[in-house]
């Protein structure tokens, strides 16, 4: 009896978790906000955990639509709706207030950080929804109970609270087999109710979630910015900066595919109206800029590929775009920083921070604060209304979205978000290749001659790609044909014809010399604390 109580009771717990993530996820839909339960929990858990997960976590939620992690608080959530529902079976009016108690963490964590009132209602919602379904359904199963016991002569239950206080009847065969049998209608009715309520909890935090990534990838592209004509345009592409290959990365990527790393699990909705920026620190003039002001500046645009410190060999984390802004060394010169300053150290809203040699935001490159990506505004996902782009340099050092503060100091002096949690000071790119073509285990048929195409990427930004260089299983490094140089700050494609492969599985690999001679080491070294090393390798079958 005890033990089929503790079976009720900590379902019970589970389905009133799930239906209460399941109530504020629509609820936070039908609002349009993000705020709901499972991702404020997500984003207060992310810092709280080890550097090497939260780079793990975040190249994982950072590029998808969030729903591993949504569904891992979920389950750690009905975990503790469990122990909740088990303190129950001896203490239920504890577990109510355990209930309501854990449910409410989460709106009294929007409100303590400052968020508008309407952002706790789903929280809200969920409680009253999550409260009424576990004491619903613990009803039901008092309810059985007592029949029983009415059944067999016991008095009913008022004492549901403590079991050590019912009659002794577990001892007897009879009365628990007849009790079992009476029952049964309403232990069904309790665990049909328990399983549908379940299945309709897990429905809607799925609903919930697949709207909210349509929501985000509507918001990632709408344009809320009237961008102005560039005063200076980014140079045309070249009729052979594109070769013709089928499964090649296009040169250009577009706004909805470049990869996005960041450790915001809500994208920070910034006002451009309301948005500034100031330039402080080790500066003659503070400068604080509007959107306005900058946007009255003479923009230029420029391509500039981007990549991320923690991309794999062989990994997609880097993306190639046309960016409209305003060089930060005009910014810089405004504020004229003094004699001993050597870094900028950027933040964004949420608190981000990267630290940039000041040198490479003064000297000649096209170091943006960049309002456009592709002719649109920033999406919000890319940094909207402004971010930071810096040729050369991995984004965690220089890339800073959602900007609002450049302040001029010195390394000695301040350190930045990444470099906090073991990552290099400087983040200069290393030069780097992928295959792109054939696809991963891919069977391709030899055209006339025998000739098998391989194709891909290199960059080293800043520096500009000199050379690419195929092996296939281990043999001479033959070169391979480049595609016209956009310019030294974006990205290379590739292509090498293969001849005289046997019908066989191979392996190529890939290896890009920069224009300062720099090769591709084959040396193989994890991402931490300065990007990963070595070279990008593929099987593939000739039939
Ligand atoms: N505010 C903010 N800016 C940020 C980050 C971040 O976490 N927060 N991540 C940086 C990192 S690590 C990279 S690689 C680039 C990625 O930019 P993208 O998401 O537009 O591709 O943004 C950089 N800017
Ligand atoms: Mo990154």
Redesign the pocket.
Known sequence: MTDRRTVTSVLAGIVATVIYFGTAELIARGLGIVSAPALILGQILIPLMPTALIKAA?AVF?TGDKLALVITIVIVGSLLGALIGWIGVNRRGLSIVLLIGFGLLPSVLTVTTGSELTATLPTLGGVVAGTIVYLMLLHLDDRARRKCFDEVGQPGSGEAGRPDARPADSSDAVTRERAGRESKPDRRAFFGLAAGLGAIGIAAVAAGQSAASLARSAAGTVTRLVLPRPATSAPEIPAGAELDVTGLTPLVTENED???????LIP?SVDAGTWQLRIHGLVEHEVTITMAELLDLPLEEHYVS?????NEVGGD?V?NAKWLGYPIRDLLAQAKPKAGADMVLSG???G?T?STPLEVLTDDRAALLAVGMNGHALPR???YPA??VVPGL???V??????TDLEVTRFADKEA??TTRGWSTHGPVLVASRIDVPRPGATVTPKDGGRVITAGMAWAQHTGIAKVQVSVDNGDWQTADLSEELTADTWRQWRCELSGLSRDTHTVSVRAIDADGNVQTSQRRPAIPGAATGLHDRQFTVE
């Not at 470049?258 to 915001?264: E, G, K, P, S, V």
């Not at 220089?398 to 900007?403: F, G, Y």
């Open positions: 975040i950072g470049f990869y996005r790393i960041d450790t915001a920070p981007l990549a991320c410190v923690s984390l993306g964004s809203d949420d981000f990267a996902d890319h940094g971010r930071l991995y984004g965690y220089s890339a800073t979205k959602w900007v978000y990444w």
